[in-house]
């Protein structure tokens, strides 16, 4: 792990994060992510050795416990800070829930009060307002968005503006998410290349449309694209419709 840091770093890595949430079998399978958690002292050695390794800060991000039997996530916060951890993240969940029910903002708030340590909250963000109320009841000193970011990459400065001002938050304009998309399309083709790019992409281009008018069969075009040439085209295709429409406006 220490080795794996140093490399980040050589990189250009500006913070470690070290996950010991990981639900998924076969990560857990080899003693890694939320395994860690079953085991205090070898995930302390971790988290020492590796903040000793480089000079960048290093945090962890930790689940609220194996199961409900076993839940350590305080535990852990104070092994994270006597560690030399700068801050830790905790998904409002146990290992065995996997991605079930509903994240434990209660649990979280408890671990806050109970280290100096700064700690940031996740699980199941899915809008501003709701951020806010979070954030305020539990008392975290900063909140991680998931999966509620995929396709919604504006996301961020949604909850930031409402967090900061408490107005409303504005979602973007259709053209400024056109053009965030194309210029996220562009992004991934010339990182990875036509061919694995536009196959990369779809993914993306799903999330983004999702609940969009006509997303449906936009997704199952793009999947049937021989190129992403193509690809591009109907992206631009898909908008100029979709701008044209009323029902969009
Ligand atoms: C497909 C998928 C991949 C993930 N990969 C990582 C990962 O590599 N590292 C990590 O710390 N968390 C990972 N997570 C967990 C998320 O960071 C987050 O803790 C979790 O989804 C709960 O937050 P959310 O409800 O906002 O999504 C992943 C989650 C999903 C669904």
Not at 21 to 29: A, S
Not at 102 to 121: F, H, M, N, T, Y
Not at 137 to 153: F, Y
């Amino acid at each position: 792990m220490a080795q794996a840091a140093r490399m980040q770093v050589e990189l250009g890595a500006e913070i470690i994060d070290i996950n010991m949430g990981c639900p998924v079998k076969k990560i857990v399978g080899t003693g890694s992510g939320a395994a860690l958690l079953r085991d205090e002292p070898l995930a302390g050695r971790i988290m020492e050795t590796v903040a000793r390794a480089v000079p960048v800060p290093v945090t962890v991000k930790i689940r609220l416990g194996w199961d409900d039997g076993s839940r350590n996530g305080v535990a852990m916060a104070r092994i994270a800070e006597a560690s030399g951890m700068r801050a830790i993240t905790v998904h409002g969940r146990t290992r065995a829930q996997m991605y079930a029910g509903q994240a434990d903002w209660e649990a979280i708030a408890e671990i806050k009060s109970r280290v100096a340590l700064p700690v940031i909250g996740n699980g199941d963000l899915i809008s501003a307002e709701q951020a806010r109320h979070l954030w305020q009841k539990s008392g975290v000193d900063g909140l991680m968005i998931g999966r509620a970011a995929l396709g919604r990459p504006w996301i961020f400065r949604e909850f930031a503006t409402h967090l900061t001002t408490g107005a409303p938050a504005e979602p973007p304009s259709l053209d400024e998410r056109k053009a965030v998309i194309i210029d996220h399309f562009h992004a991934m083709i010339a990182h990875h290349g036509p061919w694995t790019g536009h196959l990369l992409a779809r993914k993306h281009l799903g999330w983004f449309t999702r609940g969009f008018p006509g997303g449906a069969a936009f997704r199952d075009r793009i999947n049937h694209a021989p190129h992403a040439e193509a690809v591009a085209e109907m992206l631009h295709g898909y908008f100029d419709t979709l701008m044209a429409s009323p029902r969009a406006a």
